[in-house]
Each structure stands twice: as structure tokens, then as C-alpha cells.
């Protein structure tokens, strides 16, 4: 990077070409450090007061500095850009600093395995630069098979600089300095550029030269998550005798982030101060701890539980013999519903690399299943461990490479067999024409597909251009928090934003439509009629109806006092915990509030269970905790027991006692109940109200049927 | 006579025994009660009912019941059953009686009641026209509490004549108006004996969502799970001296004072480029937030964009909800009309839930089918498609190689018409859930060993050959040189080439030294370590690492050894 005295020169108001270098260099940094790619990278600035490299002798290569050596870039690097990288008060020679770089990277890739080398060049090309040696140069280039990149602070061309408008978006380049031509050194010097990177790389060579802005532009996405692909090599087989070679790989699959969270001490930050213990306990009263070797694993069947070892369990399950890819048999395409992919990936095969007696094997395969539009169906197993599927294998012939697409089908028990209300002919829901006309309109308007000039058409949203926005988004706040340990998260980037809506010139067309759809069909939000009745029932605001609940709580509670009088009751046990808590509340022998710790610390044992009987149970003990407590005027311990309850919900699945709840209504106690209740009556409403949460597939990891990437990890 | 007799109450014993053994796999929460009636002996919760064996109580099933039933089953069973169950006067009326008492004993909220009547007597009374009105009216009682009254005869000689008697007292086939689908008339015993060991789903939505068509358009939608990988069910963890179930509880706790870690006394941490980043749990989640949960309308394309290939996940499917947005279902058929008539899909942000990040969608329309029987094949609706992200597609190496003559082609053809059959979906089992349920079923009913399973995964080698006849060969004569074997290993080769280096390839399990480590950790090349060096030498300092994953090893050593 250039840090000469002329990168700060600018126009007022204008940020110096300096700036925007570094900024490209952090951006570039920031995408290396966040691939976790082996790419190693060099820093050598030139322009620099003082000078620092290996070839300086005799006033020669001067001011120039080697800042950082041929490695891994790292956060130290980012936070050396930030606050270190200063401008200097010396030019030098961008060709010395070529030099320099050529040696660089000569000198610390010896011994080293690389597939590319690339030097970068970040300049304004405002220095008198020696031409003689270019030559040289160039051919030692081209013998060390080094690639260049050049980004400037203005465009290549010079029209594009006159009118303004080069082929990136928004003003480019060029704006940087209005008004202003270049330099004679930096004419000579782009002239100079031109002429090595044709020399380079012919016409495409001068693709490589970059503006800054445009730069920054596309380094702001972060660099995709890259997979080295993984070959599966096998056979396909065809009955007994016919065997093709061939190799898979994985196409398509739902890329996951690389790492997962460690959890560290809040103070230290330290992971090593986190112990995590799991304990297993009985199911009684004390909770009786039990050691991990006196336990064994077993499975429901109907209301027993079948002990069923490990050990028995690998030794009876079902085992398949190996790799396969085994046609079952063909069948027309159009029997394959797309919507009954199954499985997380769609595998590429080709034929064996370099055996030219499979590649056409399988390309008659293939083209034969392509003109009879038809599909294979076939047994895969990835390897010996791991379950077998059923699958498709579609033909696919593209320009340069023919290949089968391979996607994993349903199994029987895959299937779920609901049936739905018919639409079409029901009288209620049928449209009628002018609303059908209207959704007619608001397709035509809303298409993503333009024809361009050419009459081609074009895709304007492809999905499969986007990059993930869970990871951009994960990386830049983990680099702000990085380099700004105590600012809060940042925002989403504005590119991001725009990249997932709508595009604007849909967004324009179809505003009409909408409105059309708007006024030709009535929708209404419903106010829940079951949430009505609930606040009738609990809160008992409609005096007339009678409150069956309560009425069937105080004959409990009569009860009690009859019990309570036989047996003194000191605590809340478990086989009758409703009526332990009710008489220990009118004993007072202990406090409202230990008796209540009592019966939430059951609450919480029964709903350990997860079964329905034991959830009536706990929905008694909830009821009876309201009722107390409102009669107490007490609805703190309620309220923020039902709130750290709803709160524990999803991670222990306990939705369909949560549902039990909204059937008895069982809501928070409001204002209007208990004084002291920071509760609204509508909030109160509104609590029990829950997202479902998706059903969460509890697959045993090393059962995971075969992924090519398996083996990625393990190398 | 009494051989006859015999054998049908065999079949129907093991209609019962595989009700039971189905629905302890399909859906083990479900209540059965098996009850007896016309019998001698008399057993029901109050004894108020004669000639009613209450053989099992309404309650959830287990190994016992089907090992009650085999012990009815045989010659022995046949001795078993005169002597403690007897056959006797009959009454459907009592029996139907005893059955609406148990149901009412159930504290529980039953979702759903069915009650099925076997029998070969189409007329059970023999003419009493007073029982068989008895038998009405409490039939009728039934109905009138949810009680879905099905049939379940058998043929019998002159066959079996409903209107006699029992078509007063089933339930009539579900009202067509009420939902207008059209349900197959009766099912069959056959059907019944037909074991399915499949985990039955309840329908339900796995979530309601606004579906936004922008402006504030706004209907909503049930999402729901048509198909997904169904797995094991999970081990559940026993006591190994008493069987007991255990829980477990799980806690952290401070390293060196020991102290319970609360939520709020933990953050998370990830590390890159050897810098470790720390966040709360909240800003963890806040992350993950782009907008509310829902589906927003971006706009439509032709079927022909979307791309075979481009599959990440199974499929979901989405209904209106009426209940939420009333005009909910009008707009939802306006739009599935046109849709599937201008052959286009609607591509939608989808938002399943807070703090989840979003993914783009295509809404595939589909419209209903029924089938022959017209019932109905594929529900109205879309079809929710997931589409990858940049990120999801992997950049190949694509092979080149030559192509396939026409005649070549054509001989396959040949070979692929030769094999052709009809998919449907549902006719594979999955072998491996298969075979674990007939273990659970082998240990749960004291049998030798379990059941057999047909692996219809394994293709049907014997028959393929023989259809095929001489085409194989014809076409291997046509692509491959004789001297080919594509069944030799391409990597036999590489060994040779290796074994030249010299057994000192073979590295033996080295450990790696403390300075070496330090050194690829100064140069930032731990990464060309393997997984199992980088794992023991995280042993040898007494690294605990939480992942195995390899960029997590490398990160927990560079931590440790930078210090």
C-alpha cells in the first residue's frame, strides 16, 4: 500500500485516497480472518518515513517497509490497520515496492505448498517511476507465476472518468476528484499499468485494475462460507452384472457456521472457570441422585419401558453392507414430487475421473433417462455406519459436463398423511371473478422475471446469488465486538436490508394491484372468541355466569380443613401436593412464600415427567397457586413463577402442557384482581398466547445418515 | 360348530393383538380398553352389568396386554377363555352401557373416542326386540358424546347383513358438507390386521403466521410438516438396579469456587484470527433477528426457475387460517388458482420464528386431487420449497469426459425400459426404524428373536437379471474393452505408487512435542495437523475442548499455547 504524502491529498470534503486504501486492506483482512482459510498475507508499505526491507542497500529501495511477513492474517493485524497504518511524509517508487513484493513473497513461500500468488497494489500512481527495468519485471512475473491487482483511486479509462459513470453503481470513481485531470506521473504511471497487465494477462488483464470505491463495494459482503468439495468415490450397479465408476459429491446442502459458541465465566471471560455437571436423579420426592454407571438405557413401548443396553442395541440393529448406489429401478420423472425431497443436500455424479470407459457408460445412462424423461431409483448408503436411503438420481446434461443429480425420497415412515378442507368448490372461500382478475393483476405486476433489451429473460432476484445473511450478519458484529470490546451490536448493514426486500421497481409496479387487492378482498384480523371467554371465566367480569372453577376449588379446600384436623401437615409432598399447600397456607405454619417455594419445586418435579397425567396434576397445583395467592392479595409469586415457566417452555417441550393452561385459562393475576399486581388485565390476556415452536428432531448424532463431508473433519 | 368357532374368534383375537401392537408404536399415548360381552363371567368397575367382561381397563398399552391375549390364543388359550370368561347371554346394550362408563371414568380430556364392535352376528339378539332397542338408545348415547361407533364384522356363511340390525348403531359416514371430503365407507378387518409400525402425527400446525402480500395485505397461514425424516425414538434412561426411569438434570458451576453458574454469570465466546470475542446470550440471539416471524410476499417467477437441484431441506406446506384473518382462504384460493394457472411459483421471505434468521422460499401451488376411492390424494395448498443461499452452493470440479454414441444410448434404453416400475412415495419402509421396532417388539414380548424385516431398500437383484436377459452384457460389449474391469478399485493403484515410499508413510502415532506445537502455532499452521494429533496434544495439556470440530481444536491450542 502506498502511503506516500500524496495519498492524503484531497479535495475538501472528500475522503483521501489514503483512507480509502486502508479501508479496502481492512475489508480484506476482515473477510481472510473470517474465512478461516490457510491464505497467508504480507503488508509492505512504501512511502513510509523510514525503511524496512531486504534489498535496501545503497540508497536503493528506500522508504519502503516490509510491516507485516508472509502469515495468517489475524485479529493483531486488523487491530495493527486500525492504529497503526499512518500516512508518510516520503514517495517512493510503486515499481521498488513491486520489487520488494516479489521478494517477499519469493523468499517466504520456499517450502511451502501455495496454489496462487497475488500481489495487491493500492496507489495513486503520483511518483516518477523508473521504467527501465520493467521488462525484467514483467518476465520474472510471469516466470514466478505471480498475478497482480491494481486498485487506484480513479478509474482505468479516461472517459469513464469525464462523464462520470463507469460500469459500477452510484457515482463512481471518478467524483473522488472533480474537475481535476491526473498528474503527468500518474498518466505516465496508468500507461504503465495498462502495459503490465497485458502483458500479464492479455485483455482480461485489465479486469484486474480496481477503483477504490468499487473495491469496497464488493469486499463489504463477506466472503461466502467455501468447502473444499469431497469425492465419494463408488459403483453404480445394475442388477449383478453391470458396473459403472463413479464419484459424488455434495452440490447444494444447507451450509452451517464453522463454530459454535464456547460459554466462559461472565467475569473473566475465562472457559476453563466453567464447569458443566449433568447429575441423574430419580424420580421421587428427594430427587435421589443416581451415578452414570448405575443407569442403562432403554426405550417406551406402550406404557412400559423396555431396558434395551447399548451394547444389545448395536449388536441387534439393522446393518448394512457398505457403500452402495444401487438401482432399484426407473421411473418417469414426473412420479417424483418435488415436494417430497427429503434429506438436507443434493449430490452431483459423475463418472470415475479419468476412465473414459465409465464417463461413457454413464453418459448413455443419462442420456437415455433424459430423452425418456425418466429417473433412477436407487439404494444409497454412504458407507458401512451409516443408514440407507432410497433416492432419485436425475439425469443432467449441461454445455460442458453431463451428470446424475441424486436426491434422498421419502420413506413410508417419513409420510404424514393429513387431509385438508377442500377450497376450490367450498362456497364460502370461492373467489369471485373480479377478485380473481385482481390476483390475475397482482402476479402480472410482481414478476421477477424481465425481459431485457435483448428479449432475454432475466432473473432480478436470484436467491442463489444472496449470500447468507445470517453470516454476514454473525461476522460483522463479531468483528465490531472484536475491535470495539464495549460498544453495543452494531445494526444490520444497509446493503444487507435492501438485499433481502423486494426490488424496488416491483415494489413501484405492483402498488396498484395491491391496493385493487386490498379493496376487493375483505380481510379481518379475529379477536379470539376462546380468549373472551377466558377473561370471563378467570376474572368472573360477567357477574351472571357462575364461576364452575372456584366453586369446585372452596369444596377442595372444605375438604382440607377436615384433613387437616386428622393429620398435621408440615410440607408439601408429592402425593397430594394441592392439598398439603392449601392447608400449610391456612396453617401458616410456614410463610406464604416458602409454602409456595414448596409447591412450585413439585410443579416443577411433575412437569419433569412429561406425560399427561402428571400435567393435570401440576395444572391442580397451578390453579390452587392462583387461587391462594389472589385470596393472599399476593400476585408477585405467582406472576413471576407462570412467567419463568412460560419462559422454559420451548427448551423443555413443554408445549402441549402449556396448552392445557390456555384450555383452563390459566393466566396471570391483573391489576384488577390484586392490588399490588404490575399486571394489566389485556397483558394478562394476551400471556398465555404462545409461538409454536417447530418440531425439534432429536436425531442421535452418530446415527446421521452419511454425509460426503463427514470425512472433511476427520482429515 | 365349535372348529368354526375357534377360528373366528382367532381372527379376530389377532385383530385385536395387532391393534395393540400398532398402536403401541403408532401412538403409545392413545387409551385402549378391550371388553367382552355375551360371556358368562361378568367383570366391569362396578360389577352392574351382567354378562360384560371388562377384560382390559381403558388405560395406555403395554407388552402385558398382547401377552394377555396370546395366553386366549390356541387350543390352551381356547381352554384358558371357557373357564374364566365363559360364553353367555348377550346383550349389546349392557356392553355399550359399560363402555360409555368407562369412558366417563377418564379424568382426563380424550380428544377423540372410537369404540369397535367385532362380531360375525348380524343379529345379535336373535329377534329381542327389546334389547336390540336398549342397544339403540345407548348406541345413540354414544354418538351423542363423540363417540365414533365403527363395525368390524365378519363374513359369514350367507353373508353378513347390516340392516338388520347394526346400521342403526354405527356412526354414519362423516357429513360431506361439514368438510367436504369424501371418506372411504368402512374400513376393512383386513385393514386392521395389516401391522403398521409407523409413529402416527397427529395433524397439527407447527406454527400460524401473518403471510404478507405487502401494503398491509396481510392473511394467515398454518404451516404444516407433510414429510420428515422419521427417527428412533430417543432412549429413555433407567436405573440399572430397579428399572426406574432417571432424569437428568444439567448445571454449571464455578471451576474453582465451586458455586452454581446462573445464566447471568456466563457469556459466550467464539475466537478468530486468535482473538477471542465475547457476547451476552441475548446479543447471541439478537444476532439472529432480521424481522418478525412471517412470510412476506417478494414476488412471482415461472415453475421453470426453480431448479431441481436446488433442494436444502424437506418441503413444508401452508393453509389458510380462517380463525386468525377472516378472507384468509378466499385470497389464499384466488392466489393458488392463478398461480397454478399462469404456472408460476410466489418467491417469500420466511420467517419461521423469533430470533430466527430468514430464507427465501418458493410457494409451489398445488391443487386438490382426490383418488379413485375419491379420497383425497394431495391436499389444497403450497407447497413451501426452500431455496439455498450463495453460501449453500458448493463450486464443483466438473468431470469431462466423452460422451455416449447413439447406439449406446439406445441399448440402455432398452435396459432402462426393461426395468422400469411405478414410484410412490410410501412404498418403502425404512429398514433400520423397521428392525429397531421389531427388536423393542422381541424384548417387550419375551419372543426367541425378532420378527423378520423385508429390506425392500436391497434391489431385487435375481429379478433384475432375469428381465434384463442378455442386455447387460450386450451393453457392457458396446461401452467397456474387454480387458475392463469397472469393479477394480482405482485406488489399489495409489497403494502401489506409496508402498515404493517405503513402510515410513505408515507414521506411527507420534506424539507431537510442546515446542513443535508452539511453532505451528507462532507460524499459524496447526491446520495442517490431523483431527486425532490435534486431539491428543489438546489432551496433553489438559486442554478441555466442548467441540471436535477441527477449527475448535485449532483455536483451543492456540489459545492455550499464545498464552
Known amino acids: ?715 | 360348530t365349535k372348529t368354526m368357532r375357534l377360528r373366528r374368534t382367532k381372527r379376530i383375537l389377532e385383530c385385536v393383538r395387532s391393534v395393540y401392537t400398532s398402536k403401541i408404536i403408532s401412538s403409545d399415548k392413545d387409551l385402549v380398553a378391550l371388553v367382552f360381552y355375551g360371556t358368562e363371567q361378568s367383570k366391569n368397575p362396578r360389577n352392574s352389568f351382567k354378562h360384560v367382561y371388562v377384560y382390559h381397563d381403558l388405560d395406555s398399552p403395554g407388552s402385558q396386554r398382547v401377552l394377555d391375549i396370546d395366553k386366549l390364543l390356541g387350543e390352551k388359550g381356547a381352554q384358558f377363555a371357557e373357564k374364566t370368561i365363559g360364553s353367555g347371554e348377550t346383550s349389546l346394550g349392557e356392553a355399550l352401557w359399560c363402555c360409555s362408563n368407562l369412558y366417563s371414568d377418564i379424568k382426563l380430556r380424550l380428544s377423540h373416542k372410537r369404540l369397535m364392535i367385532f362380531t360375525c352376528r348380524d343379529d345379535p339378539h336373535g329377534g329381542d326386540g327389546a334389547k336390540d332397542r336398549q342397544a339403540r338408545t345407548k348406541a345413540a348415547d354414544l354418538k351423542e358424546t363423540g363417540v365414533v361407533i365403527d363395525l368390524m364384522h365378519l363374513t359369514k356363511p350367507g353373508g353378513f347383513d347390516v340392516s338388520l340390525f347394526f346400521c342403526d348403531i354405527v356412526s354414519p359416514p362423516e357429513d360431506e358438507s361439514e368438510l367436504g371430503l369424501q371418506i372411504e365407507p368402512c374400513r376393512k378387518l383386513e385393514d386392521l390386521q395389516k401391522r403398521v409400525r409407523a409413529k402416527e402425527l397427529k395433524k397439527r400446525s407447527q406454527s400460524r403466521l401473518t403471510f404478507s402480500l405487502g401494503e398491509g395485505v396481510n392473511l394467515a397461514v398454518g404451516v404444516y410438516v407433510l414429510a420428515r425424516t422419521a427417527t428412533k425414538p430417543s432412549a429413555v434412561k433407567l436405573h440399572r438396579d430397579t428399572n426406574e426411569p432417571v432424569r437428568t438434570k444439567t448445571r454449571y458451576f464455578h471451576a474453582h469456587n465451586g458455586g452454581i453458574l446462573l445464566p447471568n454469570d456466563m457469556k459466550r465466546a467464539q475466537v478468530y484470527g486468535k482473538k477471542q470475542i465475547v457476547m451476552e446470550k441475548d446479543e447471541v440471539d439478537e444476532i439472529k433477528k432480521f424481522d418478525d416471524p412471517g412470510l412476506v410476499l417478494m414476488g412471482f417467477k415461472p415453475m421453470d426457475r426453480l431448479k431441481l437441484h436446488h433442494h436444502i431441506r424437506p418441503a413444508l406446506f401452508i393453509y389458510p387460517e380462517e380463525e386468525q384473518i377472516s378472507g384468509s382462504s378466499c385470497v389464499f384460493t384466488a392466489l393458488l388458482l392463478k398461480c397454478s394457472e399462469k404456472n408460476v411459483f410466489a418467491l417469500c421471505r420466511y420467517i419461521p420464528r423469533r430470533n430466527t434468521p430468514p430464507r427465501f422460499v418458493a410457494l409451489v401451488p398445488q391443487r386438490e386431487e382426490l383418488d379413485q376411492s375419491q379420497t383425497q390424494a394431495t391436499p389444497p395448498g403450497f407447497n413451501v420449497i426452500f431455496l439455498p443461499f450463495a453460501d449453500d452452493i458448493r463450486t464443483l470440479d466438473a468431470h469431462v469426459g466423452p460422451t455416449a454414441s447413439d447406439e449406446q444410448v439406445d441399448k440402455m434404453k432398452e435396459i432402462v425400459h426393461k426395468l422400469r416400475f411405478k414410484y410412490k412415495s410410501d412404498s418403502f419402509e425404512n429398514p433400520v426404524l423397521q428392525q429397531h421396532y421389531r427388536n423393542l417388539e422381541a424384548l417387550a414380548l419375551n419372543m426367541l428373536e425378532p420378527e423378520p424385516i423385508e429390506d425392500l431398500t436391497m434391489p431385487k437383484v435375481q429379478m433384475m437379471d432375469a428381465r434384463l436377459g442378455p442386455l447387460a452384457q450386450e451393453f457392457k460389449d458396446l461401452v467397456y474393452p474387454p480387458d475392463y474391469n469397472p469393479e477394480g478399485k482405482p485406488a489399489a493403484k495409489r497403494k502401489t505408487a506409496e508402498s515404493g515410499g517405503g513402510a515410513a508413510e505408515k507414521k506411527p502415532k507420534a506424539e507431537i512435542s510442546e515446542e513443535e506445537l508452539k511453532n505451528h502455532v507462532a507460524n499459524s499452521t496447526l491446520g495442517k495437523l490431523t483431527v486425532p494429533v490435534l486431539k491428543d496434544a489438546c489432551k496433553q495439556f489438559g486442554i478441555r475442548t466442548t467441540g471436535t470440530k477441527k477449527q475448535e481444536l485449532i483455536d483451543a491450542l492456540t489459545m492455550q499455547l499464545s498464552k
Not at chain 1, 48 to 74: C, F, S, W
Not at chain 1, 276 to 281: D, G, L, S
Not at chain 1, 346 to 357: L, N, S, T
Not at chain 1, 452 to 478: A, M, W
Open chain 1, 1 to 715: 500500500m502506498d502511503v506516500g504524502f500524496s495519498m492524503s491529498n484531497s479535495e475538501p470534503g472528500q475522503e483521501p485516497p489514503f483512507e480509502q486504501a486502508k479501508k479496502v486492506i481492512q475489508k480484506f483482512v476482515q473477510r481472510q480472518v473470517f474465512a478461516e482459510n490457510k491464505d497467508e498475507v504480507g503488508l509492505v508499505l512504501f512511502g513510509t518515513d523510514g525503511t524496512k526491507n531486504r534489498l535496501a542497500k545503497d540508497g536503493q529501495y528506500e522508504n519502503i517497509t516490509v510491516h507485516r511477513h508472509l502469515m495468517m492474517p489475524d485479529f493483531e493485524l486488523l487491530e495493527e490497520i486500525e492504529s497503526e497504518l499512518q500516512p508518510g511524509g516520503q514517495q517512493a517508487d510503486w515499481l521498488d515496492a513491486l520489487v520488494v513484493c516479489m521478494d517477499l513473497l519469493q523468499q517466504e513461500t520456499m517450502g511451502k505448498k501455495f496454489e496462487r500468488l497475488n500481489i495487491v497494489l493500492l496507489t495513486d500512481l503520483n511518483v516518477q517511476t523508473s521504467a527501465d527495468q520493467l521488462d525484467v519485471i514483467i518476465n520474472s512475473l510471469k516466470k514466478a507465476g505471480i498475478t497482480l491487482q491494481f486498485f487506484l483511486p480513479f478509474p482505468l479509462d479516461g472517459e469513464d472518468r469525464a462523464d462520470g459513470g463507469g460500469d459500477g453503481p452510484g457515482p463512481s470513481a471518478a467524483s473522488a476528484r472533480p474537475g481535476k485531470g491526473l498528474s503527468s506521473q500518474q498518466t505516465q504511471g496508468l500507461e504503465m499499468v495498462k502495459n503490465i497487465m497485458t502483458s500479464l494477462e492479455e485483455e482480461d488483464g485489465l479486469e484486474e485494475v480496481h477503483t477504490f470505491r468499487d473495491a469496497l463495494e464488493k469486499l463489504s459482503i463477506f466472503k461466502r462460507i467455501d468447502r473444499r468439495p469431497m469425492a465419494w468415490p463408488c459403483q453404480l450397479t445394475i442388477g449383478s452384472s453391470l458396473t459403472i465408476r463413479i464419484v459424488g459429491y455434495k452440490a447444494v446442502t444447507e451450509e452451517k457456521v464453522k463454530k459454535s459458541w464456547t460459554i466462559v465465566d461472565a467475569q473473566s471471560h475465562q472457559r476453563d472457570d466453567v464447569k458443566r455437571e449433568t447429575v441423574y436423579c430419580l424420580n421421587d420426592d428427594d430427587e435421589t441422585e443416581v451415578q452414570k454407571d448405575d443407569t442403562i438405557q432403554g426405550f417406551r413401548y406402550g406404557s412400559d419401558i423396555v431396558p434395551f443396553s447399548k451394547v444389545d442395541e448395536d449388536q441387534m440393529k439393522y446393518k448394512s453392507d457398505g457403500k452402495c448406489f444401487s438401482v432399484l429401478g426407473f421411473t418417469k420423472q414426473e412420479l417424483i414430487r418435488r415436494h417430497q425431497f427429503m434429506g438436507s443436500q443434493v449430490v452431483k455424479v459423475f463418472a470415475a475421473r479419468d476412465d473414459e470407459h465409465a464417463a461413457v457408460a454413464l453418459s448413455a445412462l443419462i442420456r437415455a433417462l433424459d430423452s425418456l424423461k425418466m429417473a433412477a431409483i436407487v439404494r444409497y448408503a454412504y458407507d458401512r455406519r451409516s443408514n440407507p436411503q432410497v433416492g432419485a438420481a436425475f439425469p443432467c446434461i449441461k454445455e460442458k459436463y453431463e451428470c446424475l443429480l441424486y436426491v434422498q425420497l421419502p420413506f413410508m415412515e417419513d409420510l404424514r398423511q393429513f387431509t385438508f378442507p377442500m377450497l376450490e368448490n367450498n362456497k364460502k372461500f370461492t373467489p369471485s371473478e373480479s377478485q380473481l382478475s385482481a390476483a390475475d393483476a397482482l402476479i402480472d405486476s410482481m414478476m421477477l422475471v424481465e425481459k431485457d433489451e435483448d428479449g432475454e429473460s432475466v432473473d432480478v432476484f436470484k436467491v442463489n446469488h444472496i449470500p447468507n445473511p445470517q453470516f454476514q450478519r454473525l461476522f460483522q458484529c463479531l468483528h465490531h465486538r472484536g475491535v470495539n470490546p464495549d460498544d453495543p451490536l452494531p445494526p444490520v448493514e444497509p446493503w444487507l436490508k435492501r438485499a433481502l426486500e423486494r426490488p424496488q421497481a416491483v415494489s413501484a409496479r405492483c402498488q396498484a394491484p395491491l391496493q385493487d387487492v386490498k379493496t376487493k378482498f375483505p380481510l379481518k384480523v379475529v379477536v379470539k372468541k376462546k380468549e373472551q371467554k377466558t377473561s370471563a371465566d378467570v376474572f368472573g367480569s360477567s357477574a351472571d355466569e357462575p364461576d364452575a372453577k372456584r366453586v369446585k376449588v372452596d369444596e377442595e379446600m372444605e375438604f382440607n380443613l377436615a384433613e387437616i384436623a386428622a393429620g398435621n401437615i408440615t410440607s408439601v409432598g408429592s402425593v397430594n401436593p394441592v392439598r398439603d399447600f392449601c392447608a400449610l397456607v391456612r396453617q401458616k405454619t410456614v410463610s406464604f412464600d416458602q409454602a409456595c417455594q414448596q409447591l412450585t419445586h413439585r410443579i416443577e418435579q411433575l412437569l419433569g415427567n412429561r406425560s399427561p397425567e402428571y400435567y393435570m396434576k401440576s395444572i391442580a397445583c397451578i390453579q390452587a397457586f392462583r387461587d391462594q395467592s389472589v385470596s393472599s392479595g399476593n400476585a408477585e409469586l405467582f406472576n413471576s413463577y407462570m412467567q419463568s415457566l412460560k419462559r422454559s417452555v420451548p427448551d423443555r417441550n413443554l408445549q402441549e402442557f402449556w396448552d392445557l393452561l390456555i384450555q383452563d385459562a390459566l393466566t396471570l393475576i391483573s391489576k384488577d384482581e390484586v392490588d399490588g399486581s404490575t399486571i394489566s388485565k389485556q397483558d394478562a390476556n394476551q400471556f398465555l398466547a404462545f409461538e409454536q415452536k417447530e418440531e425439534v428432531q432429536a436425531a442421535p448424532v452418530q446415527e446421521d445418515t452419511g454425509d460426503v463431508d463427514d470425512l472433511l473433519d476427520m482429515m
